[in-house]
């Protein structure tokens, strides 16, 4: 009879270490998929990211190569403004000896 006790205690021994190893695994395993979500969800977030960046680079690029266009009109349009500046102070220079009055 003691050793079939003893045998029985053991064999119990047994079964809430095989009941703790059980629980430890679920525990682990859920653990697992609770960090894999979130590792997927950082993904998708880094990638929606990353996209939203590539757009806001490809816009801010049409918007400076605009921009350059616009300084070219500019300096072109100035550079025109220049030389009718230039023909009226001329015209004005020519009329400017007939047109001294003394009060």
């Given at each position: 009879?003691?050793?079939?006790?003893?045998?029985?205690?053991?064999?119990?021994?047994?079964?809430?270490?095989?009941?703790?190893?059980?629980?430890?695994?679920?525990?682990?395993?859920?653990?697992?998929?609770?960090?894999?979500?979130?590792?997927?969800?950082?993904?998708?977030?880094?990638?929606?990211?990353?996209?939203?960046?590539?757009?806001?680079?490809a816009d801010l690029g049409l918007t400076i190569g605009f921009r350059k266009g616009e300084i070219v009109n500019a300096?072109?349009?100035?550079?025109?403004?220049?030389?009718?500046?230039?023909?009226?102070?001329?015209?004005?220079?020519?009329?400017?000896?007939?047109?001294?009055?003394?009060?």
């Open positions: 009879k003691g050793k079939q006790e003893q045998s029985k205690g053991i064999v119990e021994i047994l079964e809430l270490i095989e009941e703790d190893i059980k629980e430890d695994i679920t525990k682990a395993e859920a653990a697992e998929k609770e960090a894999q979500d979130t590792y997927d969800k950082l993904e998708q977030e880094s990638e929606k990211a990353m996209k939203d960046l590539d757009m806001a680079i300096k072109t349009s100035q550079k025109s403004k220049d030389l009718e500046v230039g023909a009226l102070l001329t015209k004005i220079k020519k009329a400017a000896p007939g047109c001294d009055f003394f009060a």
